[in-house]
């Protein structure tokens, strides 16, 4: 810690979006384990028989479907920033990715300070803001309504071939399952980049976050 | 009689009977394919063109009823039933000793009048058939029990692909129509009828994807099936025939395990064909180029067994995805690591 600097606490997470964010996880991690023996059977038997990774992930969808719906409908009617938090501004548009991209990829090596600072009214950064808003509001509705497609193909049989077949929706399903992975690696990773390698980690589990401060 | 003098004497013999046969079932037919013969008693009447199709037709009305005179019907006899086995031993035998034996008779799912070979029916034809005895919404709820998507696996697969015993299984696709409130989920089988209006005048029906008539479908030939506005309200649903049919009925532990269909990988059986609807009620199969099953959009859009067919380029492209993930943590760490004593500087 740089020399006068102080930490302070901030509970920056309450209870239910942790909540959310812990069974989201969970959810997400057993979706791609078993979307990987269901896609290839014959090379990953990871959960006993194939009939019960699909079980599984049936299970893990439906939990992470109905508790996306639960996370929208926290921030959309109780603690009501939804916009505030996930939405970018012009601002964050115009400079924020590019400051925070550097910041990331480079200035972060030369050990120069975060240009974002974190308060409970400006929770991400521009970088945070923009793949949340894509992960949650695209990606995550599309695997959820594909895959809700896909565990019922009898009766919604005429809405997938309107849509443009049932190979169209399981490819698309699997690109972007792919694509969760990818993301569930950066985000892991960017989760140790905070004042400690923990403090992130600490800070979804518990709702405090250890920050650090100039004494007044 | 000389033994030079059997084999000419034989061959003229089969020369002569042939006709007579065809001259037998014509007499036969002049009576039985009128409706009006329903009068004394419906199982009298013959569908003279279901008749036809069937393997039954070659041999004539006469090698199954042979007790039949020409005086038949003024005579009063009662005309003689030859029983299955008496053609059909080996496969009889093989039918008892299964556990359907006791419960059905051949006739119950076989009509000697209207039989036909596997390749000229769908999986629907050979579905309603055991939906005789074997009630739609009970299997269905049966197999629910163990099944997941039962209504999908049943709508989408003849009783017979899990419980006979062939080893192997042949992909056919056939066609179906859209409409409202059906219960494939918008979709119903097409019919002869219902292609009528996308052919011209004297067209054979798989004229309607096979565009050069060569009697095999290119990818190019499905590709223009499935991207034409004239075929919107047409699509191609697949099903899984067995290669082989046997009789013996049975539940067979091994479909149980998923992995028995699921688990062949994209190289296996790639094989297919479509099943198109003839005029007479039979299916006519036209076999389709290898590799169809496996196109990521124009092949076979609406058909696809998870794990099965899974197009091996996308597989690439999705892992090639989840790489670039991964490297993102493996790439920074490693500067971050390098880096760390100049951020402890600052």
């Keep these: ?97 590019f400051t925070q991209a550097f910041f990331y990829f480079f200035y972060y090596f030369l050990g120069e300070k975060n240009p974002h600072t974190v308060s409970l009214d ?47 929706l399981v490819d698309a399903h699997y690109l972007i399952a792919c694509s969760f992975f990818a993301f569930l690696c950066v985000h892991i990773y960017m989760a140790t980049l905070g004042h400690t390698p923990f403090s992130h980690l600490r800070q979804m589990w518990t709702g405090w976050e250890e920050m650090e401060s100039h004494p007044h | 009689m000389k033994w030079f ?86 496969v009889s035998a093989e039918y008892n000793q299964s556990m359907h034996g006791k419960y059905a008779d051949c006739t119950d799912c076989h009509k000697p009048h209207a039989v036909k070979p596997l390749l000229a ?46 080893k192997n299984y042949v ?44 009697g095999a479908i290119s990818l190019s030939e499905l590709k223009k099936f499935n991207t034409s506005g004239k075929y919107r309200s047409l699509s191609l649903l697949g099903t899984m025939m067995p290669e082989v049919v046997t009789h013996n009925y049975e539940i067979l532990d091994n479909r149980r395990d998923c992995t028995f269909c699921h688990a062949s990988g994209p190289n296996a059986q790639q094989a297919s064909d479509i099943a198109f609807p003839q005029q007479d009620g039979s299916y006519s199969r036209t076999p389709v180029e290898k590799g169809a099953i496996l196109d990521i959009l124009y092949g076979t859009p609406d058909f696809y067994m998870t794990g099965f067919t899974r197009n091996n380029t996308l597989s690439i492209i999705g892992a090639l995805i989840a790489a670039g993930g991964l490297l993102v943590p493996i790439l920074h760490g490693t500067l971050r690591f390098l880096t760390r004593n100049r951020r402890k500087e600052q």
Excluded at chain 2, 138 to 163: E, F, R, Y
């Design chain 1, 1 to 97: 810690m740089s020399e006068g600097m102080t930490t302070e606490q901030i509970y920056m997470t309450p209870t239910p979006v942790r909540i959310w964010h812990w069974l989201n996880a969970l959810g997400i991690v057993t979706l791609c384990i078993t979307g990987i023996q269901i896609r290839f059977p014959e090379y990953a038997n990871i959960f006993g028989t194939y009939k019960a990774a699909i079980k599984l992930h049936d299970v893990a969808g439906v939990t992470v479907s109905i508790s996306f719906f639960l996370w929208i409908f926290y921030y959309l009617f109780v603690a009501r920033s939804l916009v505030k938090l996930y939405v970018p501004n012009v601002e964050d548009i115009k400079r924020g990715l």
């Design chain 1, 122 to 168: 400006n929770k991400f950064n521009a970088i945070q803001k923009m793949s949340y808003l894509l992960i949650m509001f695209l990606f995550l509705p599309l695997v959820i309504a594909s895959g809700l497609l896909l565990m019922n193909i009898a009766p919604l049989r005429g809405w997938i071939i309107m849509i443009g077949g049932i190979k169209f």
């Design chain 2, 5 to 90: 003098l059997v084999l000419p004497t034989a061959a003229l013999l089969s020369i002569l009977m042939a006709p007579a046969a065809d001259a037998a079932a014509n007499d036969c037919h002049t009576c039985h394919s009128k409706k009006t013969i329903m009068n004394q008693g419906i199982h009298l009447y013959i569908d003279p063109l279901k008749y036809e199709l069937t393997t039954h037709a070659r041999i004539g009305c006469v090698s199954c009823h042979d007790n039949v005179t020409k005086r038949h019907p003024g005579d009063k006899i009662r005309p003689s039933r030859a029983k299955c086995q008496d053609c059909h031993a080996a």
């Design chain 2, 121 to 166: 029916v769908s999986g629907r034809d050979i579905n309603i058939q055991c939906a005789k005895c074997h009630e739609y919404a009970k299997t269905v709820k049966n197999h629910s029990k163990w099944l997941p998507q039962a209504t999908l696996h049943i709508d989408a697969l003849p009783c017979i692909t899990c419980h006979t015993g062939s």
């Design chain 2, 171 to 214: 992909i056919s696709m056939y066609m179906v129509k859209s409409v409202s409130g059906s219960s494939m989920g918008g979709v119903a089988l097409a019919s002869y009828e219902d292609l009528l209006p996308f052919l011209s005048t004297g067209e054979k029906v798989a004229t309607l994807i096979d565009g050069d008539g060569d």
